[in-house]
């Protein structure tokens, strides 16, 4: 997703941007359920419940399926994440307060974590996966600028509220996601168009930073892309695909084990920010917004063309 403090950067190629925003076509196997939403991202799914943000309106949003509706706001959080923590709390991402906002199930505050276990901040936190055990990992993006240098961390959020860095160093770290036996995060290092592989410890440190892929190797390279297009969020089914949403291709790759591209699901507004498997995998939910501004934007359900359900 966008670092907000970066906007005004954008206005030379503010016509480049709406044109690109508006050349996606529709997709067939698509399901609407919210056509206007502000900048939707960062979707989670539990008890048939599906959980996301809208940054453009400060809130966390519900759907049912049946309606959306509010379930939690909070005035200049611009939200990016909504995610599962322990057992009856979820953590809200603020990209520009730069904080996590712990909430319960009915949209009640329980409390904000500013700093990690040294004292120290977490700029433009943005994408977040739970561990299993309890704990998530998320990223501190950094500045989402080509020339900025490469400042993006994840940070680890153990059950019992531990807060520690666990990687540095990347070029605006951005989606995450654990593989099925929980030995592998993934983590898109958005302006290199790079997935990062990392091997996970016992207590959730990472090591053995490795690239498993670089996007222009199973989409081919394009001279006249912009740079903000890049991986954003990230998702992993139960054999181990890795699904990564392009942010501005206007698309959501689907890749084996080994890095080969098995799928591509098109989405019509091109900056595509993330997407959430329901349990048995059969469909996935898409957060997409329309630009790079935050304003307008759609979330969806989508077939998963590798699945059938069980």
Known sequence: M???RRLAAFGPLLALVLAAASAGAATSGLT???PKSAYPEGPSYRDGILYYTEMGSDRVMTWDGRENRVLWSRRGCYPTTVAQWRDSEMIVLCHRQELLARIDRSGGTLGLIEADDTGRGFPTPNAATPDGEGGLYF???GMFSPQAP???????LDAKGGLRRVADGIHYSNGVAL???GRTLFVSEHLSRNVLAFDVAADGGLSGRRIFLHLDDIVGADPDRGWEVGPDGLAVDRE???FIAEYGGGRILVVDRAGSLRATIRVPEAYVTSMVLVPDESRLFITAPATIFATGGAVYSAANPLRQPD
């Open 2 to 4: 966008l670092n907000s």
């Open 32 to 34: 609407t359920i919210n």
């Open 139 to 141: 990223s501190s993006s």
């Open 150 to 156: 490469a400042t993006g961390a994840v940070l680890y």
């Open 179 to 181: 593989s099925p036996d």
């Open 240 to 242: 181990g695909n890795l």
